[in-house]
């Protein structure tokens, strides 16, 4: 189906499903409840989720098959923001031509860097890679002023006229998709629930579903095959008449023009791009998604993208008011003993979960969350019946 | 006029002189054994041949065309695979990936983007795969990881994936090294079988002379960077400066 065979499309089935029932499943918890505050159906963090989904995903095509571990792939994130702004703020306010352009421009700007990038391997070639990005990043905050914004970025502003839109004097042009806000939403209250549709989120959930069947389609492919090659043997590569390098470079390319989608779809939801999405912490952000969620695997990064997006949004909103509440019911003197144990963890303390699960995850699980759900689905399969098990060990170990 | 000819070739590491005018003609579906005691310049020689290592004077030509200055993917192209003195395969890919790629690789060239379709359904080049290892007797390991072969298996392979790609002239650096008997015998056997069912000429380089004996038609022996004697097997054995090269003045 689809190209694709029965496990894959199975698992492409899934993800689509997910993604488009996302709006229920992310809000279990009725309004009134206290764990309300655990639902992440809003639309903002919704798109987050695939947006940096679509990002680990193009990572994942670099470091999970060739192995080059890139320090510095939010140059090409925060490349393709700006591209997508100026389309917007000097052509058209349609989110289509913008996307298309942040594309464009990540994948010539990851041409260049990769050429250069790529004559080492390595720890040499991830330092270069970050060297790049932090170039990139200094420019765009300071150098390159005119043309980035500076320290507070780009916005479309009411000056901003952009040839292809008839907006009136004054106005402030607004990103849609052939006259669809992004912003529009469509609520649901079903009881004491409340679930929100979101135009932008939709779209870019399409961007990631399109984006995660080509990636499955790049792991399937000789190309792939080959990426996987230089990953295990590159000696053995060059004497078999295959020269590695156009390889590791078109892997580079494909990634950097991922990161240029996820920048430019950013861009599309909120019309607003800085510096700050090219800082070096950005890059290490994608790495722990695609190592916490699996390298290699291909649902891993968006389960890792998801994790720590959720850990961002919802772990950090926890206050110490929140903690109180919580701990309530106990007498004072715990209560104010758990607050004080837990209060590191959560608000602006939640990167020490996070660090936390990660080191649990790469030392436990060095296959990430999909190890682990394979640990759990292996756990409950031995029970069912034997014939299953004989039918695993004799399926290809090509995951 | 030999399918690999090598003319008054220099190398030199600083102070080393590790090749000093190494003359050598590899004749067309000849089996040709390098042999020599250790520093004996073996290796070097070989990665000279193979665009690992650039000579500092003399050529190097394969059926009438220099191979220096060429990269290794582009000499193997010219038709000279090689089989390394570790076995060198894709060891994270099963055995049907690894036996895939050589043949991707001759049809496809040094590089192409075929990033759509599907690997499994290239059918001409899976069917060519398993050909080869049933031939190899590896079909039943197909699936398996490469790296969780034996030794021998995977020396089996990497021949294989040479082989795969009809080379005109297939190079081997020390092929038994560090392997059980049967495993040895088990390689001669496979070379030799391919010796005669192939249109391929064959240069080992190797120590183990129960290998050398067995499989080599004519014998280049070398010491310190420079051919001594180059003659049939028979009359190598018995030649006194061969004795001389491995055991030392005092034999």
Redesign the interface.
């Known amino acids: 189906m689809l190209?694709?065979?029965k496990k894959d499309f199975r698992l492409l089935v899934i993800v689509v499903a997910l993604t488009m029932l996302a709006p229920f499943l992310l809000n279990p918890f009725p309004e009134s409840s206290g764990l309300a505050q655990f639902n992440a159906g809003y639309p903002d963090l919704m798109q987050r989720f695939v947006i940096f989904g679509i990002f680990a995903i193009g990572f994942n095509i670099l470091f999970g098959l060739t192995g080059y571990l890139s320090f510095g792939h939010a140059a090409f994130l925060g490349v393709g923001s700006y591209a997508a702004i100026w389309m917007m703020k000097l052509v058209t306010l349609n989110v289509i031509p913008a996307i298309i352009m942040g594309v464009i421009f990540a994948g010539i700007f990851a041409l260049a860097v990769g050429y250069i990038s790529l004559r080492r391997s390595g720890i040499y070639f991830s330092i270069l890679t970050l060297a790049f990005a932090q170039m990139s990043y200094a420019l765009a905050y300071s150098v390159l002023t005119p043309i980035t914004g500076g320290e507070t970025g780009l916005q479309i502003k009411a000056t901003d006229r952009p040839i292809l839109s008839n907006l009136e004097p004054g106005e402030i042009g607004r990103a849609n998709l052939f006259g669809m806000d992004m912003r529009t939403s469509f609520e649901l209250g079903l009881g004491d629930w409340l679930f929100t549709f979101n135009s932008g989120y939709y779209i870019a959930a399409v961007f990631m579903i399109l984006a995660f069947y080509l990636s499955i389609?790049?792991f399937?492919?000789?190309?792939?095959?080959?990426l996987?090659?230089v990953?295990?043997?590159q000696?053995?590569?060059?004497?078999?008449?295959?020269?590695a390098r156009?390889?590791t470079l078109?892997a580079f390319v494909?990634s950097g023009m991922y990161a240029g989608l996820a920048g430019g779809l950013l861009v599309a939801m909120d019309t607003q791009a800085g510096p700050e999405r090219m800082f070096w912490t950005a890059s290490g952000e994608v790495v722990l998604m695609t190592i916490l969620g699996g390298v290699g695997t291909l649902i891993g990064p968006v389960l890792g993208a998801g994790a720590i997006k959720y850990m961002e949004n919802i772990l950090s909103k926890i206050n110490k008011d929140i903690l109180h509440q919580w701990f309530a019911i106990l007498p004072d003197g715990i209560e104010n003993f758990l607050v004080t144990i837990v209060y590191p963890f959560v608000g602006k303390g939640w990167h020490l979960t996070l660090g936390i699960i990660f080191m649990a995850v790469v030392i436990f699980l060095p296959g990430g969350l999909v190890e682990g759900g394979q640990r759990i689905a292996r756990l409950f399969g031995r029970k069912k019946a034997k014939g299953d098990a004989e039918e695993a060990t004799?399926?290809?170990?090509?995951e | 006029m030999g399918i690999l000819e090598v003319k008054n070739v220099n190398k030199r590491f600083g102070g080393l002189q590790a090749l000093g005018d190494v003359n050598l003609s590899v004749a067309e579906h000849s089996v040709h054994a390098i042999i020599g005691p250790n520093g004996a310049g073996k290796s070097t020689l070989l990665n000279c041949l193979?665009g690992k290592l650039i000579p500092d004077t003399g050529s190097v030509m394969f059926d009438g065309q220099s191979v220096l200055g060429r990269?290794?993917?582009q000499i193997?192209?010219m038709g000279i695979?090689?089989v390394?003195q570790t076995p060198?395969?894709?060891?994270?890919?099963?055995v049907l990936?690894n036996m895939?790629?050589?043949i991707?690789?001759?049809r496809?060239?040094?590089?192409?983007?075929?990033?759509?379709?599907?690997?499994?359904n290239?059918k001409e080049i899976v069917e060519q795969a398993e050909d080869m290892l049933e031939s190899l007797n590896l079909a039943d390991a197909r699936?398996?990881?490469a790296a969780a072969m034996s030794r021998g298996n995977k020396r089996r392979l990497?021949i294989g994936?040479c082989l795969a790609?009809e080379p005109r002239l297939l190079l081997l650096d020390e092929p038994t090294a560090g392997m059980a008997r049967a495993d040895t015998n088990n390689t001669i056997d496979l070379l030799k079988q391919i010796k005669d069912e192939r249109d391929i000429t064959i240069a080992i380089i190797e120590h183990d002379m129960h290998v050398v004996f067995s499989l080599a038609e004519r014998i280049t022996v070398l010491a310190q960077g420079t051919p001594l004697v180059e003659d049939t097997p028979d009359k190598i054995k018995g030649h006194p400066k061969v004795r001389e090269a491995y055991l030392g003045e005092a034999a």
């Open positions: 190209g694709l065979d389609r790049i399937r492919s000789p190309f792939g095959t080959m996987r090659a990953k295990s043997n000696t053995r590569m060059y004497y078999t008449g295959l020269n156009p390889y078109a494909i004799q399926s290809t170990p090509a | 193979i990269k290794p993917y193997n192209q695979s090689r390394f060198e395969i894709f060891g994270d890919l099963s990936e895939m790629i050589p991707f690789a001759k496809d060239g040094a590089f192409r983007m075929h990033a759509i379709e599907s690997t499994f290239e699936h398996d990881h990497e994936m790609q």
